[in-house]
């Protein structure tokens, strides 16, 4: 008997999986069409070969005339999570010196944010963050990771955890937890006096990380190690920590200076090291031999006029597996995938393939789910979306365009922004 599907997309000019194969590095499949039976693809292949394996006579069908099917983006790199804006700040520094907005009595930058996340109330915080997942989701992110680490202390840091959950079962986005509870000090802790520093680092160590771990509350620990911040000794005894705890490692470094944060993830190794702006050509290297996962965040080097762009080409040549991330955050409110494929393509040296695979399968193995999620393969979620593009190529091609006009999420379809030709759901009774 052939397996029976209950939704087949057809009309597909393109099915783009991002599942490469030899001399197709995007995996397209021209006048494709996907089988789905319930949350997950039954099959992929031409339109006509999928009639041919797979019993469609229960199945409703979208036909999608022409347009472009491609996996869910999965957002690997997200500060969703956090209360207040500082779209202020952002406004004055367009003509202005941050010690010119400060004299203003403006607070800026991550201390500002821990104090909005701080003052603001869990239903408030949770209103922002699910209202910021909805442009993502109607972007293209069907999967998004969310990272804590804008409350720097144990209740305001668990809050943030109870959001992520909140989100996570509220959205049709699936929401991927982590705890990122080394994102700054505390505003309280004298970094510079050790004593106050190590007390924080302690308190991480011994008390909310082996809680976050036992209670499941996260997948990830990740940490910022940069000048300033944390040191590449104190981040490798708190990823431990996690790692002792259950939780995979992951990495902020190298985004303002090189203090040695990559060579001590790949000697870890991390699961990611993310941002790498300053990470040196050997490590690059070290990386590539360890498997860590090297996260390029364009929109960040974007929004921060960042005088020395990541070289995503050269972390492709020195054969770093790179994933890509929005890294929305109250400093980087950057909402798009497709944004970020275009920034990644135009100032960073990659190639669309390398960047639209990083925008899914990559964000699939940061996010140790590549087995579930990131291509349009037999067997994964049929997380998917629909693009009104001519060709694949138009989307580096149309700057700040959102090309989604319709998200599939684990099989159930989410219109988008089309109103000139809507998609339609044909044969809405199933049998039974
Ligand atoms: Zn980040």
């Known amino acids: 008997m052939m397996p029976s599907a209950d939704l087949f997309i057809c009309g597909a000019r393109e099915v783009i999986t991002c599942d490469p194969g030899p001399r197709n590095p995007m995996g397209i499949i021209a006048r494709g069409a996907v089988a789905v039976a319930g949350e997950k693809i039954l099959g992929v292949g031409p339109e006509e070969k999928i009639r041919e394996e797979f019993d469609l006579s229960c199945a409703r069908t979208l036909d999608i005339r022409g347009r472009l099917l491609v996996p869910g983006f999965v957002d690997c790199h997200t500060h969703v999570v956090f209360g207040g804006s500082r779209a202020r700040e952002f406004e004055l520094r367009m003509t202005q010196t941050l010690a010119q907005v400060e004299a203003m009595g403006i607070k800026t930058g991550i201390p500002a944010s821990i104090h909005m996340t701080r003052s603001a109330s869990e239903q408030e915080i949770f209103k922002d963050s699910i209202s910021r997942v909805d442009a993502m ?181 020195h054969g770093v597996q790179i994933a890509l991330g929005t890294n929305l955050n109250p400093g980087n409110w950057t909402t798009s995938m497709q944004l970020v494929i275009q920034l990644a393509c135009r100032n960073h040296g990659l190639s669309l393939a390398e960047a639209l695979t990083g925008a899914t399968m990559g964000g699939a193995k940061a996010l140790a789910m590549a087995d579930e999620i990131g291509s349009i393969s037999p067997g994964k979620q049929a997380d998917l979306q629909v693009w009104d593009l001519p060709s694949v190529n138009d989307l580096v091609y149309r700057i700040g365009n959102n090309a989604v006009t319709a998200v599939i999420k684990s099989g159930k379809i989410y219109p988008g922004n089309t109103l000139s030709d809507p998609l339609k759901l044909k044969g809405d009774h199933r049998c039974t």
């Not at 700054?184 to 520093?197: L, S």
């Not at 005894?237 to 992951?250: E, Q, V, Y």
Request: glycine letters at 8%; aromatic letters at 8%; charged letters at 25%.
């Open 137 to 317: 989701f109607l972007q293209g992110s069907t999967t998004i990771e969310s990272k804590t680490g804008y409350g720097i202390g144990y209740d305001d840091e668990f809050r943030l955890l109870d959001i992520n959950d909140r989100l996570d079962a509220s959205h049709p986005a699936g929401i991927v937890s982590t705890f990122t509870g080394a994102h700054d000090f505390p505003p309280e802790t004298d970094r510079d006096d050790p004593t106050q520093r190590q007390a924080y680092i302690d308190l991480l160590v011994n008390e909310m990380i082996p809680v976050v771990g036992r209670d499941k509350r996260a997948r990830f620990c990740d940490i910022y190690c940069d000048e300033g911040y944390y040191t590449a000794r104190e981040a490798e005894d708190i990823l431990k920590a996690g790692l002792n705890a259950g939780l995979l490692p992951r990495i902020h470094t190298d985004a303002y200076a090189n203090i040695g944060g990559s060579t001590m993830a790949a000697r870890l190794p991390a699961l990611t090291a993310d941002h790498l702006n300053y990470t040196t050509p050997e490590e690059m290297d070290l990386m590539a031999h360890s498997g860590v996962i090297g996260v390029v965040l364009p929109a960040l080097d974007f929004a921060v006029s960042h005088p020395d762009p990541v070289n995503g080409r050269a972390l492709v040549d």
